[in-house]
């Protein structure tokens, strides 16, 4: 079963607009991570989140986590065509490896 | 450092049959998860392994196994195979086991049942 819904499920933007993917989880957790895929290639990480952990910057990426409303974001800066993947959450639990999201399928045009 | 390598990329089977999938982790890595990913359930976890031992186990039939060797080189096997098994099948490596550590994941074995 999949921990996460994540919002939307398609975004579509110009290059240099800001991306912004949003992701809940239903339990409690010890980090979140955010992954990107290409088109039928595996997944690449991009950044870890614990649960003490309010935001964190990574390049042009940025994440933040409410433990509160269960839920997180993915900001993606001065988006590029090479930016256009899936990006998924995951949940870590600890007991158990990588829950995964749904998936946002992000198209960025020239 | 070479990254994690998955074989073959590309199977086809008919049901019925079986499968064994390779993965070689990243040189160092101890720890080998296994996902499937499918357009109607997305990605979902299998099983993991840390030192010749499975640590961790998703929810699927007996009929998926794996089991890892001493230099941390993995395969996973589907025996009986059903049209449902049609998948990618993603293998990820990390240093240890536990909690907070980033994957590095293969490009995948694509698996076709017909």
């Known amino acids: 079963s999949q921990q996460g819904e994540e919002d939307p499920q398609a975004l579509s933007i110009q290059e240099g607009e800001n991306a912004t993917m949003n992701c809940s989880y239903k339990?409690?957790?010890?980090?979140l991570q955010w992954y990107r895929q290409n088109s039928g290639r595996g997944l690449v990480h991009l950044i870890l989140i614990r649960s003490n952990e309010r935001e964190k910057h990574s390049g042009r990426l940025r994440v933040t986590l409410d433990t509160s409303k269960k839920s997180s974001s993915l900001l993606i800066t001065a988006s590029r065509a090479a930016d256009t993947a899936s990006y998924f959450c995951a949940t870590d639990r600890g007991f158990q490896k990588l829950v995964f999201g749904t998936g946002t399928r992000l198209l960025v045009s020239p | 450092k070479a990254g994690v390598t998955q074989t073959p990329r590309y199977l086809i089977k008919t049901r019925g049959q079986q499968v064994t999938l390779s993965c070689s982790p990243i040189?160092?890595?101890?720890?080998v998860s296994w996902y499937q990913q499918t357009p109607g359930q997305g990605l979902q976890f299998l099983f993991e392994y840390f030192s010749e031992t499975q640590r961790n186990k998703g929810n699927f039939p007996g009929r998926f196994s794996g089991r890892q060797f001493s230099n941390s080189r993995s395969e996973m096997n589907v025996s009986t195979l059903e049209l449902g098994d049609s998948a990618l099948y993603l293998c990820?490596?990390?240093?240890?086991?536990?909690?907070?550590?980033?994957?590095?994941f293969g490009d995948g074995t694509r698996l076709s049942i017909l």
């Open positions: 990820a490596s990390s240093l240890g086991e536990g909690s907070g550590q980033p994957q590095h």
């Open positions: 339990t409690s957790i010890n980090n």
């Open positions: 040189s160092g890595h101890r720890s």
